[in-house]
Protein backbone atom coordinates (compact mmCIF):
# COMPACT_ATOMS: atom_id res chain seq x y z
CA UNK A 1 0.00 0.00 0.00
CA UNK A 2 1.58 3.55 -1.27
CA UNK A 3 2.24 5.95 1.51
CA UNK A 4 0.50 9.71 0.15
CA UNK A 5 3.01 11.85 2.41
CA UNK A 6 6.39 9.26 0.24
CA UNK A 7 4.01 10.17 -2.47
CA UNK A 8 4.13 13.59 -2.19
CA UNK A 9 8.37 13.65 -1.24
CA UNK A 10 9.28 11.33 -4.43
CA UNK A 11 7.43 13.83 -6.72
CA UNK A 12 9.22 17.06 -4.90
CA UNK A 13 12.24 15.50 -5.49
CA UNK A 14 11.38 14.99 -9.11
CA UNK A 15 10.59 18.73 -9.12
CA UNK A 16 14.10 19.48 -7.87
CA UNK A 17 16.03 17.63 -10.47
CA UNK A 18 13.93 18.56 -12.91
CA UNK A 19 15.10 22.49 -11.79
CA UNK A 20 18.78 21.27 -11.82
CA UNK A 21 18.94 19.83 -15.00
CA UNK A 22 16.54 22.47 -16.50
CA UNK A 23 19.26 25.32 -14.89
CA UNK A 24 16.61 27.33 -12.88
CA UNK A 25 17.14 28.66 -9.68
CA UNK A 26 14.33 27.25 -6.91
CA UNK A 27 12.42 27.35 -3.37
CA UNK A 28 11.71 24.83 -1.93
CA UNK A 29 8.49 25.50 0.44
CA UNK A 30 8.21 22.71 2.94
CA UNK A 31 6.10 22.82 6.32
CA UNK A 32 6.66 21.47 9.65
CA UNK A 33 7.19 17.96 9.52
CA UNK A 34 7.83 17.89 5.89
CA UNK A 35 11.16 16.03 5.61
CA UNK A 36 13.25 19.84 4.13
CA UNK A 37 16.69 18.10 5.19
CA UNK A 38 15.69 15.09 3.12
CA UNK A 39 15.04 16.49 -0.38
CA UNK A 40 18.12 18.81 0.72
CA UNK A 41 20.45 15.91 0.85
CA UNK A 42 18.92 13.80 -2.03
CA UNK A 43 19.29 17.03 -4.08
CA UNK A 44 22.62 16.99 -3.01
CA UNK A 45 23.72 13.45 -3.64
CA UNK A 46 22.14 13.80 -7.17
CA UNK A 47 24.20 16.67 -8.02
CA UNK A 48 27.30 14.24 -6.94
CA UNK A 49 26.39 11.64 -9.08
CA UNK A 50 25.38 13.81 -11.86
CA UNK A 51 28.13 16.84 -11.80
CA UNK A 52 30.98 15.35 -9.26
CA UNK A 53 33.58 14.69 -12.23
CA UNK A 54 32.85 18.06 -13.77
CA UNK A 55 33.04 20.35 -10.57
CA UNK A 56 36.33 18.71 -9.45
CA UNK A 57 37.97 19.27 -13.13
CA UNK A 58 36.62 23.30 -13.50
CA UNK A 59 38.39 23.25 -9.54
CA UNK A 60 34.46 24.43 -8.59
CA UNK A 61 32.04 23.30 -5.67
CA UNK A 62 28.84 23.74 -4.95
CA UNK A 63 27.98 25.49 -2.02
CA UNK A 64 25.60 24.60 1.03
CA UNK A 65 24.91 27.44 3.84
CA UNK A 66 23.07 26.96 6.70
CA UNK A 67 22.38 28.88 9.48
CA UNK A 68 23.78 26.38 12.54
CA UNK A 69 26.71 24.50 13.41
CA UNK A 70 24.64 21.75 13.91
CA UNK A 71 23.18 21.79 10.42
CA UNK A 72 26.36 22.40 9.01
CA UNK A 73 27.63 19.50 10.98
CA UNK A 74 24.13 16.79 10.06
CA UNK A 75 24.81 18.08 6.37
CA UNK A 76 28.59 17.19 6.53
CA UNK A 77 28.01 13.73 7.79
CA UNK A 78 24.95 12.67 5.40
CA UNK A 79 27.05 13.37 2.51
CA UNK A 80 30.35 11.73 3.99
CA UNK A 81 32.61 15.11 3.88
CA UNK A 82 32.59 14.86 -0.04
CA UNK A 83 35.11 17.26 -1.15
CA UNK A 84 32.95 18.82 -4.68
CA UNK A 85 30.41 19.96 -1.52
CA UNK A 86 31.57 23.09 0.62
CA UNK A 87 29.16 23.31 3.70
CA UNK A 88 29.03 25.85 6.32
CA UNK A 89 26.96 28.52 8.33
CA UNK A 90 26.17 31.67 6.65
CA UNK A 91 29.34 33.87 8.22
CA UNK A 92 31.79 30.94 7.14
CA UNK A 93 30.98 30.98 3.64
CA UNK A 94 30.58 35.37 3.31
CA UNK A 95 33.99 35.49 4.87
CA UNK A 96 35.63 32.26 2.66
CA UNK A 97 35.15 35.09 -0.29
CA UNK A 98 35.13 38.26 1.50
CA UNK A 99 38.95 37.33 3.01
CA UNK A 100 40.53 38.01 -0.09
CA UNK A 101 38.59 41.24 -0.83
CA UNK A 102 40.45 43.33 1.87
CA UNK A 103 41.10 46.98 -0.04
CA UNK A 104 37.31 46.53 -1.22
CA UNK A 105 36.51 45.74 3.08
CA UNK A 106 38.32 49.06 3.95
CA UNK A 107 36.35 51.14 1.78
CA UNK A 108 33.03 49.34 2.39
CA UNK A 109 33.54 50.01 6.30
CA UNK A 110 33.60 53.09 6.22
CA UNK A 111 29.85 53.65 5.07
CA UNK A 112 28.72 50.56 7.69
CA UNK A 113 27.53 53.11 10.36
CA UNK A 114 28.61 50.45 13.11
CA UNK A 115 29.18 53.17 15.35
CA UNK A 116 31.12 50.63 18.14
CA UNK A 117 33.58 49.47 15.05
CA UNK A 118 34.28 52.94 14.03
CA UNK A 119 35.19 53.81 17.57
CA UNK A 120 37.53 50.51 18.18
CA UNK A 121 39.15 52.32 14.61
CA UNK A 122 39.46 55.73 15.95
CA UNK A 123 41.19 54.80 19.35
CA UNK A 124 43.49 53.10 17.12
CA UNK A 125 44.28 56.18 15.04
CA UNK A 126 41.59 55.68 12.48
CA UNK A 127 41.21 53.45 9.10
CA UNK A 128 44.36 53.53 7.60
CA UNK A 129 45.67 50.06 5.70
CA UNK A 130 45.06 47.15 8.31
CA UNK A 131 43.99 44.05 8.01
CA UNK A 132 40.45 42.84 8.35
CA UNK A 133 39.69 39.62 10.55
CA UNK A 134 36.63 38.38 11.61
CA UNK A 135 37.79 35.54 14.38
CA UNK A 136 35.35 35.37 17.76
CA UNK A 137 33.16 38.34 16.38
CA UNK A 138 34.51 40.83 18.81
CA UNK A 139 35.07 43.85 17.50
CA UNK A 140 38.58 45.47 17.96
CA UNK A 141 40.99 47.55 16.00
CA UNK A 142 44.89 47.98 16.10
CA UNK A 143 47.31 49.93 13.90
CA UNK A 144 47.92 46.56 11.64
CA UNK A 145 43.98 44.62 12.21
CA UNK A 146 40.70 45.12 12.25
CA UNK A 147 38.62 42.70 14.01
CA UNK A 148 35.00 42.84 12.68
CA UNK A 149 31.34 41.81 14.23
CA UNK A 150 29.03 38.88 12.88
CA UNK A 151 27.10 41.24 11.75
CA UNK A 152 29.71 43.16 9.51
CA UNK A 153 30.16 40.09 7.73
CA UNK A 154 27.27 40.02 6.34
CA UNK A 155 27.04 43.59 6.00
CA UNK A 156 30.07 43.15 3.91
CA UNK A 157 29.22 40.67 1.80
CA UNK A 158 25.93 41.95 0.96
CA UNK A 159 27.78 45.63 0.08
CA UNK A 160 30.20 43.27 -1.91
CA UNK A 161 27.43 41.54 -4.13
CA UNK A 162 26.62 44.88 -6.08
CA UNK A 163 30.29 44.70 -7.11
CA UNK A 164 30.72 42.88 -10.57
CA UNK A 165 34.24 41.17 -9.74
CA UNK A 166 32.78 39.79 -6.73
CA UNK A 167 29.98 38.53 -8.21
CA UNK A 168 32.88 37.08 -10.74
CA UNK A 169 34.56 35.22 -8.21
CA UNK A 170 31.59 33.52 -6.58
CA UNK A 171 29.98 32.49 -9.41
CA UNK A 172 33.08 30.95 -10.84
CA UNK A 173 33.60 28.81 -7.61
CA UNK A 174 29.89 27.94 -6.31
CA UNK A 175 27.95 27.45 -10.12
CA UNK A 176 25.22 25.93 -7.66
CA UNK A 177 24.29 27.42 -4.35
CA UNK A 178 21.96 25.77 -1.71
CA UNK A 179 20.60 27.87 1.19
CA UNK A 180 19.02 25.71 4.41
CA UNK A 181 16.55 27.62 5.84
CA UNK A 182 16.60 30.20 3.56
CA UNK A 183 13.71 32.19 5.23
CA UNK A 184 15.98 33.36 8.21
CA UNK A 185 18.36 35.20 5.68
CA UNK A 186 19.23 38.61 6.31
CA UNK A 187 16.56 40.96 4.59
CA UNK A 188 18.83 42.78 2.96
CA UNK A 189 21.53 40.07 2.14
CA UNK A 190 18.54 38.47 0.63
CA UNK A 191 17.38 40.98 -1.63
CA UNK A 192 20.73 41.43 -3.16
CA UNK A 193 21.14 37.78 -3.50
CA UNK A 194 17.95 37.80 -5.96
CA UNK A 195 18.90 41.00 -7.77
CA UNK A 196 22.44 40.40 -8.24
CA UNK A 197 22.53 36.34 -8.34
CA UNK A 198 19.46 35.04 -9.39
CA UNK A 199 17.99 37.68 -11.80
CA UNK A 200 21.45 38.46 -12.79
CA UNK A 201 22.20 36.96 -16.71
CA UNK A 202 24.61 33.97 -15.68
CA UNK A 203 24.11 30.62 -15.20
CA UNK A 204 24.60 30.02 -11.40
CA UNK A 205 21.44 28.41 -9.48
CA UNK A 206 20.34 29.20 -5.98
CA UNK A 207 18.05 26.49 -4.80
CA UNK A 208 16.39 27.83 -1.10
CA UNK A 209 15.10 25.34 1.63
CA UNK A 210 12.46 25.92 4.47
CA UNK A 211 9.57 27.66 5.21
CA UNK A 212 8.49 31.09 5.18
CA UNK A 213 6.47 30.49 8.10
CA UNK A 214 8.73 29.56 10.32
CA UNK A 215 11.85 32.85 10.32
CA UNK A 216 12.89 33.23 13.30
CA UNK A 217 14.46 35.90 13.37
CA UNK A 218 13.12 39.44 13.46
CA UNK A 219 15.66 40.32 10.35
CA UNK A 220 15.28 37.11 8.44
CA UNK A 221 13.34 37.90 4.43
CA UNK A 222 11.11 35.64 4.77
CA UNK A 223 9.57 34.34 1.78
CA UNK A 224 12.24 35.15 -1.17
CA UNK A 225 10.27 36.11 -4.52
CA UNK A 226 10.96 36.23 -7.88
CA UNK A 227 10.43 35.38 -11.70
CA UNK A 228 13.10 33.55 -11.84
CA UNK A 229 12.71 31.30 -8.80
CA UNK A 230 10.77 27.95 -9.23
CA UNK A 231 8.58 27.22 -6.59
CA UNK A 232 8.39 24.29 -5.39
CA UNK A 233 5.56 23.08 -2.42
CA UNK A 234 6.50 19.89 -0.49
CA UNK A 235 3.03 18.50 0.02
CA UNK A 236 4.25 15.82 2.96
CA UNK A 237 4.07 15.45 6.55
CA UNK A 238 6.17 12.66 8.24
CA UNK A 239 5.91 13.76 11.82
CA UNK A 240 2.48 15.03 12.37
CA UNK A 241 -0.94 12.65 13.27
CA UNK A 242 -3.77 13.06 11.19
CA UNK A 243 -5.81 15.10 13.33
CA UNK A 244 -2.93 17.81 13.31
CA UNK A 245 -2.13 17.46 9.73
CA UNK A 246 -5.72 18.17 8.93
CA UNK A 247 -5.64 21.63 11.34
CA UNK A 248 -2.35 22.54 9.32
CA UNK A 249 -4.23 22.08 6.14
CA UNK A 250 -7.06 24.23 7.60
CA UNK A 251 -4.60 26.86 8.67
CA UNK A 252 -2.57 26.58 5.46
CA UNK A 253 -4.57 25.58 2.23
CA UNK A 254 -1.83 26.80 -0.10
CA UNK A 255 0.44 24.26 1.13
CA UNK A 256 -1.39 20.88 2.05
CA UNK A 257 0.49 18.28 3.38
CA UNK A 258 -0.18 14.62 2.82
CA UNK A 259 0.07 12.75 6.27
CA UNK A 260 1.73 9.56 6.76
CA UNK A 261 0.03 6.26 7.61
CA UNK A 262 1.77 4.45 10.26
CA UNK A 263 3.74 0.87 9.44
CA UNK A 264 1.15 -0.95 11.70
CA UNK A 265 -1.61 1.07 10.24
CA UNK A 266 -0.34 -0.26 6.37
CA UNK A 267 -0.11 -3.86 7.63
CA UNK A 268 -3.03 -4.16 9.76
CA UNK A 269 -5.18 -2.97 6.33
CA UNK A 270 -2.80 -5.56 4.29
CA UNK A 271 -3.56 -8.32 6.88
CA UNK A 272 -7.41 -7.53 6.53
CA UNK A 273 -7.43 -7.35 3.03
CA UNK A 274 -5.61 -10.78 2.87
CA UNK A 275 -8.56 -12.31 5.04
CA UNK A 276 -10.64 -10.88 3.15
CA UNK A 277 -9.43 -12.74 0.14
CA UNK A 278 -8.75 -16.42 2.17
CA UNK A 279 -12.36 -15.71 3.21
CA UNK A 280 -14.20 -15.55 -0.03
CA UNK A 281 -11.65 -18.19 -1.40
CA UNK A 282 -13.46 -20.19 0.95
CA UNK A 283 -16.71 -19.11 0.57
CA UNK A 284 -16.49 -20.46 -2.87
CA UNK A 285 -15.02 -23.94 -1.79
CA UNK A 286 -18.22 -24.16 0.72
CA UNK A 287 -20.56 -23.29 -2.19
CA UNK A 288 -19.27 -25.72 -4.91
CA UNK A 289 -19.18 -28.46 -1.95
CA UNK A 290 -22.77 -27.87 -1.29
CA UNK A 291 -24.33 -28.18 -4.84
CA UNK A 292 -21.93 -31.65 -5.51
CA UNK A 293 -22.83 -32.70 -1.97
CA UNK A 294 -25.60 -30.81 -0.49
CA UNK A 295 -26.54 -33.43 2.08
CA UNK A 296 -22.82 -33.67 3.13
CA UNK A 297 -21.77 -30.90 6.78
CA UNK A 298 -19.65 -27.73 6.19
CA UNK A 299 -16.92 -29.41 8.34
CA UNK A 300 -16.44 -32.34 6.34
CA UNK A 301 -16.66 -30.19 2.81
CA UNK A 302 -13.84 -27.82 4.62
CA UNK A 303 -11.97 -31.25 5.59
CA UNK A 304 -11.78 -32.33 1.94
Not at 78 to 94: A, E, K, L, Y
Not at 187 to 195: C, F, Q, V
Not at 213 to 239: C, H, L, P, T
Request: with cysteine; charged share 25%; glycine share 6%.
Amino acid sequence: MSNPAEKASEETLKRIYTALNNGNSFRVEAGAGAGKTYSLINALHYLINQKSALLQREFQKIACITYTNVATDEIKSRIDNHPSVFVDTIHGFCWSLLQGFQAQMREEIKILNDEKLNDKIEEAGGLKKQRIIYDLGYRRASEKEIFIHHDNVIQLFTALLSKEKFTSILKSQYPIIFIDEYQDTNIELGKAIISNLVESKSDLQIGLFGDHWQKIYDEGIGEMVSDKIVEIGKNANFRSEQKIVKFLNRMRPQLPQMEKIPFLTVKLKSFIQTIGVVLEEMGKVVGIGLMIYPKMKLENILEM
